[in-house]
């Protein structure tokens, strides 16, 4: 179905270089906030997120946890990869696991475009549309929240390298406080 | 940003921020408190006197939006749960514990003494601005549109911190 036509085209490309720009709208389509940075994908379960604006921080999943840093706190958070996935939809597309994407029904739009929605209609996201490019590379991913508020991703591509898993492990930065949050 | 602002060029900003109605700024907002610090992405719009504060997650959803008119003061929490009452501090504090002091916020971020003390550098730029109940340290600022406004913002009370790093001014 829609889904397995959606898993192919995220996983056909093993790895993704890109440079985002992520731009919140208020219900109103009023520009709230933006923020922009690169994110690197290795699939399944590899992710580094590098925003630059509006301020500096860094996510990793390394495959089993994520390392949140935060430099205008001097923190890094350690979650679980699953509660990062409820903290961002973002997460949804560099993860294989069954029972994870059971939550959510694909629904195919355009030759490529794909629509997904949370089964849990008590989720914060409303919906998420993915769009692909040419290169079946993902181009753009926008989600929606239950309050019309809406938040879109374009991703325009670095450089077509490989990456391998040690380019996701993350070092823990001297001196800053580490807040784990996995067993909570 | 280095510029220096005479006497008079300090006063003409401070009045042409005072008399600005519709404004709004956007960026991150870092939370410290005794037990827990968070980062959210912040976005203040203002139609004096009335203003609209979103808190959100990093990635944009929502965590709290503050709403206040002269009739109103309204409080969404990230279930979607709307909670009125007529303090908006007040209600934020009970929601999430955090003390942001919502109806100063506006005047905060553009810089303006009002009659709070204000210390200057001696390029002319505000350094703080001392409120009841808290200290602003403005760090840094960015021209916009030929007036300079703040980019870096400290907020100081007895037992939070919040430091707001600005990325987008519409003014």
Request: charged share 25%; glycine share 6%.
């Amino acid at each position: 179905g829609d889904r397995e036509v959606l898993h192919k085209m995220i996983f056909e490309k093993k790895s993704l270089s890109v440079n985002f720009a992520q731009t919140v709208f208020s219900a109103d389509n009023r520009v709230l906030q933006e923020q922009s940075g690169q994110l690197f994908l290795l699939r399944p379960n590899y992710f580094r997120m590098d925003t630059v604006e509006p301020d500096a921080s860094t996510i990793v999943a390394d495959g089993s946890d994520v390392y949140s840093y935060d430099e205008m706190l001097e923190q890094v958070t350690i979650y679980s990869f699953r509660q990062q996935l409820d903290r961002s939809p973002l997460m949804l597309v560099i993860s294989d696991d069954e029972s994870l994407w059971n939550e959510y029904s694909v629904t195919r739009g355009s030759m490529d475009s794909f629509t997904v929605m949370p089964k849990n209609q008590n989720a914060n996201v409303k919906s998420m549309s993915l769009s692909f490019g040419q290169d079946n590379g993902l181009k753009e991913l926008r989600f929606v929240e239950n309050d019309g508020k809406y938040s879109i991703y374009n991703f325009t591509p670095i450089k077509d390298s490989e990456l391998t898993p040690s380019d996701f492990k993350y070092a823990i930065p001297e001196g800053v406080t580490v807040d784990d949050q996995r067993s909570k | 940003c280095t510029a220096t602002l005479t006497p008079e060029q300090q006063t003409f900003r401070e009045e042409y921020l005072a008399a600005k109605k519709d404004y709004a700024v956007s960026g991150k907002l870092g939370i410290f408190d005794e037990k827990v610090k968070t980062s959210t992405l912040l976005n203040i719009s203002v139609s004096r006197p009335d203003y609209t504060i979103y808190v959100s997650g990093i990635t944009g959803t929502t965590l709290l939006k503050i709403r206040k008119t002269t009739s109103l003061t309204e409080i969404t929490d990230d279930k979607g749960n709307i909670h009125t009452g007529s303090n908006a501090e007040e209600l934020v504090y009970n929601l999430t514990g955090f003390h942001i002091p919502c109806d100063s916020l506006p005047d905060i971020v553009t810089g303006i003494p009002g009659n709070n003390p204000a210390h200057y550098r001696d390029d002319g730029t505000i350094e703080s601005i001392e409120f009841s109940e808290f200290t602003v340290n403005y760090k840094n600022y960015m021209e916009v549109n030929g007036i300079l406004l703040p980019k870096k913002i400290d907020i100081k009370g007895n037992n939070f911190l919040l430091r707001i790093a600005v990325n987008k001014w519409e003014i």
